[in-house]
């Protein structure tokens, strides 16, 4: 057992070695964050030397001007013929079922009159194959907005889950230059066969979007997927996206005349 | 026995004493070196009023004598600050890859802000997630993000690989607006367009190109757009501002910012089979800033 004056010096050595301790960490954080400070000065310094400015009078052009911008033939009768192909595998599909009637991927008609909120006028402006995904939610949900050479479809897909799918017959043309071409070739990589349009796809995804694009009947498309977290398993792989694209509605099946 | 404990106590306090010594000499030493050098860490830019100019950047005032011929001027925003941006791809350091496209995909848009802006990160800068990486300690207010030069954060680095962004994930570029005031600084249709989507945080445009344009974080609830409007080039669309929910309206906390995003229907050649997809909008909004300074 200690006496009262050595428990009084046990109590002073703690309180010296706690203000010792609080004196150096305070020390440390200041010097931590100086040092911060000055990485950041010297960071911002090296930008703003490294930095471009724009003359004044006679500036040189910024960049590379996309070329042109030209509008595709849209190729009716492969969509004609693609309707008709997806027939032909649920036939196929229906006779070699035993027990449960299994769906084929595919694209089917699904005329504009029968979705409540799609305002047929939007889709008979539309001057290429209108495409969206199909779902109950999708039905009870899609708008179109036409604009004739493009397109978007939008909806809600699940809860958490919403979606757009835009086409276009016109392409922009950026030229043959390394920097474009070495990004379309590392996408074209990335591409695999989508079953129900016969296509390649390529799924791309960021913090806003879940994103499959394709191209078919000679326009672009592309159906993004905006969920609430971007780390949900439908935005984070690839099964969901391709799940809703593996059975598309054609909504213009009347389009191109015969 | 009483003579040793008097000496132990006696050497405690030698001890205690040594130690109070060297912890205020090394506490002093620390406070003395965090002091010098350290610029005031930066608050929230004044409103109104151009900033001096005091950056060591590129500058726009008469050349020295003795040097080499003068630079001819540059050009100066409405603050009457020098216009710099650094090259497409050149994201901040442990910021991801970028994505070094230099193509301006359309040439004769406006600039999708009325007033003059700052394109910079938003995540690896002061009141950024991810601003400690770089040092860059503070608050989203602090002037040193409202400066020039602007810089790149297309495939500025987020969780997930993909195609577009290798190693990288963020698919469109943040625009601080004018001052770090919300609600405040406008928005604009950069064409004309269709708006084919107003959800959540987003309002979405697309012209008869296909061309499709994300704004992202307007203040949602006061837009002067509604869906399936027709808007003309330079329309207003909302205020900038920090808006950011989810489907059932949950709201998560984001920095006051334009996160605009730009899809193109393209080609190499025009017989090819098209890629629409997000496109890296830098090289363009930097031209669509140049016509804006000269008000062309
Ligand atoms: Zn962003």
Redesign the interface.
Known sequence: MG?G??RG?VM??QI??A??TL??A???Y??A?????????A???E?????????????A??????K???E?AVNWIEMRTALALTARREVAAQQTATRAVSRPPGMRAAPAETFKSVVVREVNLTRLPLLAPEGPRVAGTL?V?S??????A?A?VE??V?M?M????????????P???A??R?????EKPLASLETPY???????ST?L?F?KFG????LSL?C????DARC?DDAFIVGLASNIMLLNPEAGGQ | MRID?AS??GN??S??LA??V???L??????L??K????S?GEPPADDGPPSDE????ENGPADPDDEPAE?????DEDGR???????G?L??NSGPG?????????DILFPTEDAVYLNSQVYRYGGMNG?L????GAQCDA?NYD??W?DTFCEK???N?????GG????LDIRPHTCAKNTHWAVAVEDA????V??H?V?L???????Y?Y?HLKMDALEVA??DLVAKGDRIGMISDNFF???GTSVPTTTHL?F?M????????G???????VNPY??L??AY?RK?RAE
């Open positions: 006496t004056n050595e010096d002073k050595f010296a070695g203000l010792c004196m150096i305070g020390g440390s200041a010097y964050q100086t040092a911060n400070r000055q990485n950041a000065d960071l911002e310094s930008l703003k030397n490294r930095a471009l400015t724009r003359a004044a009078v006679d500036p052009p910024v960049g590379e001007a996309a042109e911008t030209v595709s708008k907005y604009l004739g050479d493009s397109y978007s939008t809600e809860d958490g919403s757009r835009s086409g276009s017959r016109r392409k922009i043309v950026v030229g043959e230059r920097a474009a071409l990004r379309m590392a996408m074209r990589a990335q390529v799924v791309t995804r960021s913090d806003s994103d694009s191209s326009a672009g498309y592309v905006m609430d977290d971007p780390a984070a | 404990r132990e106590r405690a306090a001890w205690l130690l109070l060297i912890a205020l090394i506490g002093g030493w620390f406070w070196q965090g010098s050098g350290s610029p860490n950056q060591d950047g590129p001819p001027p540059a050009l100066v020098v216009f710099s941006y650094l090259p497409v050149d901040l350091p994505l070094a496209d230099d193509t301006v995909y359309r040439s400690a770089n040092g860059m300690n040193r020039y030069p810089q987020r969780d997930r993909q195609p577009l962004c290798p994930g963020h698919e469109g269709r708006v084919i989507d959800r959540r987003w979405t697309q012209t008869e190109d296909g061309t499709l994300n992202l869906e399936g989810k489907s059932d996160h995003e899809y193109e229907n393209y080609v190499a050649s025009p090819d089979d098209p890629l629409f997809t997000k090289v363009t930097v031209a140049d300074l």
